[in-house]
């Protein structure tokens, strides 16, 4: 029977930086229903496998629910002092620079002005720094220094009005999915239109590329370079353009010719082959409408902002901005990165697109704010201030929807950091995470469904992410949080702000404060927005004036560029190698990055089961020439370490890899695995420009973990692996499941497994000393409890089969006789690792339709099996099924 329905919010996505709208319905059983909102424009009622898990992330387990002081739950009273005595105290003593806050793209913008105001203009210290660094600080970077102005100048529409698109260091089908299958949808309408994917790794985004390109890692800027060069060689340049509305061309060109002169030379840095050089070249030059995308695999590098300009260059080179179809699109991750660049969330920004070290811009703000302490110096950058951390120059530090000691790169470092500074606050909406357990003070945040505030996309698009869900237990949302702090520490007057919609006009306010077209962040149309129209803003691109009330598509339509002289800037760029080459000792590259249904350090997507059926396991993937030189075998564990710290994973063997890089996921945390915080491995260097870190290079080295024994637990219930050296905690339908290996052999493993599962109900089990073998299974009232398997390799049974019995009431004779084989016997079907996961859809189910042929296409196993029929975010996976 359908559930009775409670009243729909249209909100939006708490995930990527597409800014999905999303319709949620609480429903009674205290779940909520997730649709795609067709109105939205961002996704027209698509969603991905991500989004549409939502309503299985909004349980309150692990919720942090009450303020705590070391410790011990206090009032909201007494923790507003706390914070606030703490920080001036530490203020009064040793200045403004000796305090730091470390946010977020993940807060509303409403708390992150509020955030800002109270750093820069009221303590009076420029220490406010972001995730955000770590993820497209160097884009920004280099807009500025193209255009004189944070800009992103596209829209998504342009992806699907160009003829070429460009998807540079970009997995688009897992990261930006809805974008991804807008891009499908364009192709398959317009089958002429090519796209070009730049990744080192073969990824799912491969699957709808015209041409892909392995890049050797780190050489982007030699290819783009290359492009240039190739541009004027071959007469392709816009000359008018270049002369009428750029500056820098000349020097530009001489320094794309001096390290990109020639194809050969190209090819020799880039380690690609020259015909696929040229075709890549010859499509850019004959299209002239090209979008270029790029994330992350140019972002995160020590020359990231180079990078940027490289692909800049290539666009204003040939004028190819400013109209449909064209422009170089950085896109942001997190759902309210450009919001954070909105308010001046960076410590080398002031607010609304002005500058801390332009005396226009601070005396403008000063005013605006009747703030008399204004910061005057940038602050420090994310690792920077981390760094001061450690150093014991920065003494508190107030940590907002971010978690470091996972996401920051040499990882351990931040730890080490974090436990010896003298205050640390942690606003979260989890109890535990690897920060919150370093927290002096926890303040318990508002999450997705609770709170309420605008969020900008990748497109500039601003919409409102509403509150459907009611607070629980204390929890506030961040902005009441700062504000409630901001009083306490005596700037009442700057901090009268009662809900959202009073931050966020000031916000509007100040976007437009003595702003006559210099600054291209004006949201003045939106300056006196009424509570009521606030709460019903339809998603709008800004800029918003009174003369654009209905938002701005894309920008430089006008060829008026926001430098003093109204030219774009071309960048000269002289390719630079990654900061840490690879050595004898470490000599492959690790790549990081994400997966399709996991968010950062799943604090969220870890909730939900089928979001974990896809990659349970952190992993590294290598080529098979690797593999051999470094004797590791597919499913086996290997140790991977760099000169700062080592993690230890599940080994995948794929030819998708290039040889000489592995590739590692980003998402586990302490709370999900012993030893898979990959970030403790990445060195902590930066791009000198922007201060975003490498993230996707390296050195390492690596070689195979032999523990005594490997096993699994399944149990009913959540516990703690004890006496193993490796475990993972993997969350499945009505069960918990323990990948484990330990190094010392286990003495006992019944009373072992009696000691993780307890001794009650009916135990099978079967035990082989000799051979290190044990298998048993807890049965009580003959529903299945747990399962134990332990062995002296990793060739253990799959875990698909006994992962579905947990999901009866009762086993049947057959299901108990094959229990301690692990595998059904004959007639019974093991529906394998999941493919789909908003079908539940396995890998066996979808081999043995392929292979009978009952399937022929991805359109008939959706069809037949509903595979890849809703969110379509395993389309790529299901043609590689076919495939093979
Ligand atoms: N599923 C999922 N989606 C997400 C997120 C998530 O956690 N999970 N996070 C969001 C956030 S915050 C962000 S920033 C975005 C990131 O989105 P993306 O940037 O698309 O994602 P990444 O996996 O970090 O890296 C992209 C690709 O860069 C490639 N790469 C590595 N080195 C190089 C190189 O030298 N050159 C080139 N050309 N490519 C290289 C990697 O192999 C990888 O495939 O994703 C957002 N979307
Ligand atoms: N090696 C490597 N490292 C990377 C990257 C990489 O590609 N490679 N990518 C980098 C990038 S691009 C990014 S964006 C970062 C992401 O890294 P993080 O920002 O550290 O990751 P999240 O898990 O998103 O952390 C967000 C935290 O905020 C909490 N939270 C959620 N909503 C709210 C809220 O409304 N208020 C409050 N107060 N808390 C909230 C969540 O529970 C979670 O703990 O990782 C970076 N680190
Ligand atoms: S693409 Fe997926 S994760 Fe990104 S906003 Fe849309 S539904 Fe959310
Ligand atoms: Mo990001």
Redesign the pocket.
């Known amino acids: 029977m359908a559930e009775q329905h409670t009243t729909t919010t249209k909100t939006?996505?708490?995930?990527?930086?597409?800014?999905?709208g999303?319709l949620a319905t609480p429903l009674q059983n205290g779940t909520v229903q997730i649709e795609?909102d067709e109105t939205h424009p961002?996704?027209l009622g698509?969603?991905?496998?991500?989004?549409?898990a939502?309503g299985e992330t909004v349980d309150l387990g692990n919720r942090l629910l009450h303020p705590k002081v070391h410790g011990k739950r206090v009032s909201w009273d007494e923790a507003i002092v706390s914070v606030a005595r703490g920080f001036s105290d530490i203020i009064a003593k040793h200045g403004p620079e000796s305090v730091a806050f470390y946010v977020s793209g993940q807060v509303l913008t409403e708390d992150y002005y509020t955030a800002n105001k109270l750093m820069k203009g009221f303590i009076g210290g420029a220490n406010i720094d972001t995730n955000s660094r770590l993820c497209m600080s160097s884009a920004v970077a280099a807009y500025k220094r193209a255009f004189g102005s944070d800009t992103v100048p596209c829209s998504y529409e342009d992806i699907e009005l160009a003829d070429l698109v460009i998807l540079a260091g970009s997995n688009l089908a897992w990261?930006?999915?809805?974008?991804?299958?807008r891009l499908r949808q364009a192709k398959e309408d317009r089958p002429e239109m090519k796209i070009v994917v730049i990744d080192p790794r073969k990824t799912s985004t491969c699957d709808i590329a015209d041409l892909h390109l392995s890049v050797k890692p780190g050489t982007d800027a030699t290819l783009f370079n290359g492009l240039l060069h190739y541009l004027k060689k071959e007469d392709y340049l816009d000359l008018e353009f270049l002369e009428a509305h750029t500056e820098g061309f000349a020097a530009a060109m001489t320094a794309a010719k001096t390290s990109a002169g020639s194809i050969p030379q190209v090819a020799a840095v880039t380690e690609l082959q020259e015909q696929d050089i040229v075709k890549f070249y010859q499509l850019f030059a004959s299209t002239e409408k090209v979008v270029t995308v790029y994330s992350q695999g140019i972002n995160q590098s020590t020359s990231g902002t180079d990078k940027c300009n490289s692909i800049i260059n290539c666009h204003l080179a040939t004028g190819r901005i400013g109209k449909p179809g064209m422009g170089p699109f950085s896109f942001t991750g997190q759902?309210n990165a450009m919001g954070g660049r909105e308010v001046g969330g960076l410590s080398n920004q002031l607010a609304a697109h002005m500058e801390i070290t332009n005396p226009e811009h601070h005396d403008r703000v000063s005013r605006f704010w009747k703030a008399d302490n204004l910061a005057r110096e940038n602050g420090a950058k994310a690792i920077d201030m981390f760094n001061e951390v450690a150093s014991g120059k920065i003494k508190a530090i107030w940590i907002m929807a971010t978690n470091p000691v996972v996401s920051l790169p040499d990882a351990d470092k931040v730890k080490v950091a974090l436990e010896k500074c003298e205050l640390v606050v942690v606003s979260e909406c989890e109890q535990f995470t690897d920060t919150t357990e370093l927290a002096d003070i926890l303040l318990p945040a508002a999450a997705w469904g609770e709170k309420d505030g605008m969020v900008t996309?990748s497109e500039r698009r601003i919409s409102h992410q509403r509150a459907f869900l009611p607070l629980p237990g204390e929890a506030r949302p961040d902005w009441w949080i700062i504000t409630q702090v901001a009083r306490k520490m005596g700037f009442e007057a700057a901090f009268p702000f009662e809900k959202p919609a009073d931050v966020f006009r000031e916000h509007a306010q100040l976007s437009a404060f003595e702003n006559d077209g210099e600054r291209d962040f004006n949201i003045g149309g939106l300056a006196d927005i009424s509570d009521e129209d606030y709460d019903n803003l339809v998603p709008v691109q800004w800029p918003v004036m009174e003369n654009t009330e209905m938002g701005t598509a894309r920008l430089f339509t006008d060829k008026r560029f926001f430098t003093p002289s109204g030219k774009a800037r071309m960048i000269s760029v002289e390719p630079k190698l990654p900061f840490n080459p690879t050595t004898e000792a470490y000599p492959l590259v690790l790549n990081t990055g994400r997966i399709r249904d996991q968010?950062h350090t799943m604090t969220r997507t870890g909730r939900a089961v089928r979001l974990n059926a896809h990659i349970p396991e952190p992993m590294v993937q290598i080529h098979p020439l690797d593999a051999a030189t470094f004797e590791l075998v597919d499913g086996a564990l290997a140790e991977v370490s760099s000169q700062w710290g080592e993690m230890i994973v599940r080994v995948v063997v794929t030819d998708e890899q290039r040889p000489g890089s592995i590739f590692v996921p980003i998402h586990w945390s302490s709370q999900y695995a012993s030893m898979a915080r990959v970030d403790a491995l990445v060195a902590s260097v930066y791009d000198p420009v922007s201060g975003q870190p490498e993230s996707k290079h390296t050195p390492v080295t690596i070689r195979a973990y032999q523990p005594v024994w490997h096993g699994f637990i399944l149990s009913r219930h959540p516990i703690t692996v004890k006496d193993a050296n490796y475990w993972v905690k993997v969350r499945g339908a009505q069960f918990w499941r323990y990948e484990i290996a330990g190094q010392q052999s286990l003495d006992d493993p019944a009373k072992w497994a009696q000691q993780h599962l307890g001794e009650e109900g009916e135990w099978l089990d079967f035990t082989d000393a000799k051979a290190g073998r044990y298998r048993a299974g807890q049965i009580k009232r003959n529903r299945l409890e747990g399962v134990v398997f332990i062995a002296p390799s990793h060739d253990l049974p799959a875990r698909s089969w006994l992962s579905q019995l947990f999901s009866l009431n009762s086993l049947s004779d057959a299901e108990r006789y094959s229990l301690l084989v692990g595998q059904p016997s004959q007639g019974q079907k093991d529906a394998g690792q999941i493919v789909c996961s908003c079908f539940g859809v396995g890998q066996n189910t979808l081999n043995e339709a392929i292979q009978s042929g009952h399937v022929n296409s991805v359109d008939e196993i959706g069809q037949k099996l509903k595979a890849g029929t809703n969110?379509g975010?395993c389309v790529p996976e299901l043609k590689k099924l076919l495939a093979h």
Request: aromatic share 10%.
């Open positions: 939006t996505c708490p995930y990527c930086g597409v800014g999905c999303v795609g961002a996704n698509r969603l991905c496998s991500k989004g549409s939502l990261c930006h999915p809805v974008i991804f299958q759902p996309n968010w969110c975010s």
